[in-house]
DNA sequence: TATGAATGAGTCTTCATTCAT
DNA sequence: CATGAATGAAGACTCATTCAT
């Protein structure tokens, strides 16, 4: 299995292997999925024969590169999930794979399933990647963080959409915020919320749940925005924090 | 002007081009912008000259077909425009912008002005639906459903990525559902944080979220931009840099 | 007969028939034979419906070109012969032969039997054509203005060949005084001038022949050309002009 | 140097180079320039692809074969330099640009500087082959083997001519017989109306012929151009007008 | 009958994949 | 094993010719 990662016995072909992946990776995530693959070789200084001893198509490298992506994101929602407060894990890694999706096709289509999508290679990965978004998910649900009844695959679908969004925004500064604007739809509201939102023309306080149980915060006019709910909740969230 | 969009004078000629143009969306819409002409052509029931004496390349049909579904969304944003309460028209025109475009682009790409595209057949029609666009989002705004500060390319780069959100939710009714609540994100909230960095219609530059916790910081005239969004995660962050 | 050349009874169209016969030249003549079929039509004012309806296929109307071309050359070529002096009259029909077919194709291809030429509706013409060429050759042979022992086909290569060279030289004046030189080939040449003119780096004397016998004329050093070799020549040129 | 002739290291892509070249050569030569690249590939024993590879386009396969054209035709020329006399070199390497150019397109097309062609890997070969025939055109003069005030277009033009003369008549002998006829044309002649036109090295517009003998008209330095050559002729196209 | 729309075979070109060096 | 040359299927586009209006 590490044989089937790491490209064999021989330095020079495990260098080989990860300097394409690598060119593979940026190209990918620069120029879309049509870039031809001899300009992934080019970039990775070897021959177009060098990236097919490695990866046995185009597809197989595409998942390579989405698989090695994953892992990353594995990892990286793994230790978040150590050190981090449940929702702040959560939206921290939702973020994360946001901003490193980039144009090489959504990596959580990967967890939508859609059965066009040929997955040999990736299935460990994806359904690694699944298990670690779920747990976030559900953390962060019990938290309160996040509203309950969604699953998954509606956090992917939103990883995916947000993907987009901030690929079309050419100011990336400013896609950033409309990302955040966006996932804040994931997070719990107040019953006022619910039905002020579909109601017209007067200003109702909305404001975001209780990091810690999701529960509706008094809105404050000025200074600092509030996080709990109350005591109980930010001695909760401190015991937490505390805990890694 | 229904000579551009009618194809000529002659009945069977306006009927293929309807066809060729219909075809044209559908596949688009099906199975992204690399559908072969001939496969256009084949469902449309024409051969593939035909496609050509009415469209004189692949571009411009997908021009066409962008600016007809343009024009579809003028009209019905005018028509919501004149019947509806502002919050509703423009959350209504959004979801209907969202749910008709699919795979076959992002509609809402040619209002973010991507120079990459050429807009010869299109510059009308979409500069005209940014002028529905935006005056459905300022009516919106005035009527205090939408957050002040947001301009028309954030609306439409969240267009577009709500757009791949239902894409990738295999679900139609669920993806609609997060749809909705991704484009609660535009409407106003009474976070004071938030509030700071969208304030009284001008579009401020919005700095990066808080390095911990991701929230939106105030923005600053001048000076050192803020990393934290308090006191509380500047400490945390401390914590966790001397941690390892 | 004249139905086929004519194109029918009814006037307009007769009146199409040479509408389409002379933009097809025009257009042939301009930018060659790859010109498409339908610049013609719409060069001609009418469909390319029109043009089929006249002309079964694109070779055909190529060749109603080209038998328009030979008729009006036979024309003008019947005309020297009656009015000019013999020399005279096939200089001035091959000067004319290469001024007036430009990139249509080399007229004189025919003459020169090229296989890959279909010449069904050609036929009368090209032989007419040729028969005038020989008889304007012979005569002029006769009369001594060109040398002996060429035959139509050479003088129709010649033509080709001048063609070419004329279209070659972008200042048309320039080109034309080249054909002249080359033209000159075809005159006698005394014994002198065929031997001096492999022998290097002597300059010799060498002039045209006559223009009635073609013998060689005593070079002058200075003052108005020799055109006849004596007193016999001239008044025998001088009885024919009077002639017609 | 080379490597731009050979293509590189490996010798089949080499060999391969060579044999596309070749074989582009020789399907130009017979078909013309509409010869379809896949059949210059079948002929090459290669598919097409490896035209490709080698070849960025058609057009740049077409400059190829003119350029190699051009070298073989350079490197010749300066051989008939060193060792001919002026006069025979000049003619010799005429007669051989003639013979080799067949229907490939008019090699000296490019020297006579046509703007509609693209030269970007010719201009190289095309500066050195019009320096070279320059260089023999002037020996020529200077030995008095050619006539003054001709410049390298007027030679460049004429080879043109006399390859489309070639290529017209059947007879290959008969036809190199009228080239040489014809090309003896630019050799000097003593004619004094010829030689006031073209006096002293320097090239003078050179007006249009008699109109009614087409014989060359001794340039005017300004006034009212000539239309005569005499008045003989000025006579004799009086009497012509009053005769109809 | 004139028109010009429809057709589809044929051309150039790209690029994923295979294979000789 | 690495290289990059060779391959050829597939796609965009043109245009001579046919056919419906």
Redesign the pocket.
Known sequence: MTAVIDG???A??RR?RAKVLSAAGAAFAEHGL??????I?RRA??????????F????ALLEAVHAQHLNDLIASGERRMARSAPTEAFFGFLLEVVETSQRRGPVCDLVTADPSWPRPVLTAAVQRFRQVLTALLHAAQRAGGVRPGLGPEDVAAFAVGCTAMLAARRDRQAGLALVRLALDGLRPSTSVTEQASFRDGVHRTIGAGCEECGAALAPRPTGRPLRYCGATCRQRARRRRLAD
Do not use: I
Request: overall charge negative; hydrophobic content about 20%; proline content about 7%.
């Open positions: 064999g016995d021989r020079d072909a080989n049509d870039v031809p693959l001899g300009d070789a200084g070897v021959g177009t024969g060098t990236v097919y001893r490695h046995p198509s185009k597809q």
